[in-house]
């Protein structure tokens, strides 16, 4: 009962538990807080921050969004040994899925911060890669209701930003 803000700092995960845990931190009437360039809050971890009554952005950027997709090992496994109408019917099935996972995330998105351009723009930044809008336009786009300004001394120096940088890339490679 005494906690009243989630930092957040996470690349994401499950799309439907993102959505469960910003349920959860709507019904609490918690602030969710990101401390963008340090923490993030990408993927489904997006979908959590944005159930936050308050939604506070710290420094230039820190939520990310992306289409979301079925990894390839399941959709292998989905399709696995099935030919004709089994495979059809498999992806008749994959296809409605996919459909009310969509509609899950705009019926979510309308409900928590009642504007979805948002995910317009996490469909059109494709499955692949990390769309990050800046804070400006997370606030016009009701992701973020606040942001708060780096100080001088908190902006992270040029050699510690390209090391961060070759780690992400060193990970994703």
Same mark, same amino acid.
Not at 31 to 36: A, I, N, P, R, S
């Given at each position: 009962p005494d906690v009243k803000r989630v930092s957040i700092n996470s690349p994401g995960g499950d799309l439907l538990t993102g959505l469960k845990? /910003?349920?959860?931190? &709507?019904? &609490? #009437?918690?602030?969710?807080?990101?401390? /963008? /360039?340090?923490?993030e809050a990408a993927s489904a971890a997006a979908y959590a921050f944005m159930g936050g009554q308050t939604r506070v952005i710290k420094g230039t950027r820190g939520v990310g969004v992306h289409a979301f997709y079925t990894p390839a090992t399941?959709?292998?496994?989905?399709?696995?040994?099935k030919s004709g109408d089994e495979l059809v019917a498999t992806l008749n099935?994959?296809? &409605? %899925?996919?459909?009310? %996972?969509t509609m899950a995330v705009v019926e979510y998105v309308i409900a928590m911060i009642g504007d979805t351009r948002i995910v317009a723009e996490a469909v059109k930044s494709g499955s692949d890669a990390m769309l990050w809008l800046g804070t400006d336009r997370l606030?016009?786009? #009701?992701?973020?209701?606040? #942001?708060?300004?780096? &100080?001088?001394?908190?902006?992270p120096d040029a050699d510690w930003a390209f090391g961060e940088t070759v780690t992400a890339l060193a990970l994703w490679l």
């Open positions: 845990l /910003g349920e959860i931190i &709507r019904e &609490r #009437k918690l602030e969710t807080y990101v401390e /963008g /360039g340090v923490r399941q959709v292998r496994a989905m399709v696995k040994q099935e994959f296809e &409605r %899925s996919t459909q009310e %996972s606030i016009d786009m #009701k992701v973020a209701t606040k #942001k708060v300004e780096l &100080r001088p001394d908190e902006i």
